[in-house]
C-alpha cells in the first residue's frame, strides 16, 4: 500500500485519465445511414466567407472600443475567434439537433467534417485560418514580444487539435481499449 504521511491512501494518476470508448458497430451503421447535416455546411456556399464575416466583424467591434489600441485590438480579434473555433470544432461532441438519433455523440465537429478525412479542401481552409490570422495579428502588433506570446498560444491551442497526428492518435487509443 502506498501511505502518506497521516496514514491514508493517495490516489494514482492514472484514475483521472478518461478514454474514448471505442465507436459501436450500431453506432457506425447509424452513421452511414444518413448525411450528417451538422458537418456538411463546411462545404456549402458561403460557409467559408463566415469566417472572414467573422473577423472583420470583430475587428471592427474591437476598434469602436474606446481606449483599445490597434495592437490590442488585433489580439482580442486573435483570442475571440480561436476560443470560438476550438470550441465549435474540437469541445463539444455529438450534433446539437437530434436527427441522427445519437450516432455521432462520440465525435466533435472536426472529426464528423468530411466522414473524419483528412486534407479535405474544407479541412485545409479551417486550419490555415487560424495560421493567417495569427500572422496578420502578429504583423499588426508590431512583433511585440508579449502580444506575440499571447496569440501564437493561442494559435497553437487550435491548430495542434487539428494536426492528423492527433485524430489519429485519438482514435486509436479509443480502439486499443
Not at 496514514?7 to 483521472?16: A, D, H, M, P
Not at 475567434?81 to 462520440?106: C, I, T
Amino acid at each position: 500500500m502506498n501511505y502518506g504521511k497521516k496514514g491514508s491512501r493517495r490516489r494514482r494518476s492514472s484514475s483521472l485519465l478518461y478514454q474514448e470508448p471505442p465507436e459501436s458497430m450500431e453506432h457506425m451503421s447509424d452513421q452511414s445511414a444518413l448525411p450528417n447535416l451538422n458537418a456538411n455546411w463546411v462545404n456549402a456556399k458561403g460557409a467559408w466567407a463566415i469566417h472572414v464575416v467573422c473577423i472583420i466583424g470583430l475587428k471592427i467591434l474591437f476598434d469602436i472600443i474606446p481606449g483599445v489600441s490597434q495592437e490590442t485590438s488585433w489580439t482580442l480579434v486573435n483570442i475571440t475567434y480561436m476560443f470560438a473555433s476550438y470550441l465549435m470544432f474540437h469541445w463539444v461532441r455529438g450534433v446539437p439537433f437530434e436527427f441522427n438519433a445519437g450516432a455521432y455523440d462520440n465525435l466533435n465537429m472536426w472529426e464528423q467534417i468530411d466522414n473524419g478525412d483528412q486534407y479535405t479542401p474544407a479541412k485545409k481552409f479551417l486550419l490555415s485560418v487560424p495560421i493567417v490570422l495569427f500572422l496578420l495579428s502578429t504583423h499588426y502588433t508590431h512583433y511585440d514580444l508579449t502580444y506575440f506570446t499571447i496569440n501564437f498560444l493561442a494559435v497553437l491551442a487550435v491548430v495542434i487539435p487539428k494536426l492528423p497526428f492527433v485524430s489519429w492518435h485519438a482514435q486509436n487509443a479509443s480502439k486499443e481499449i
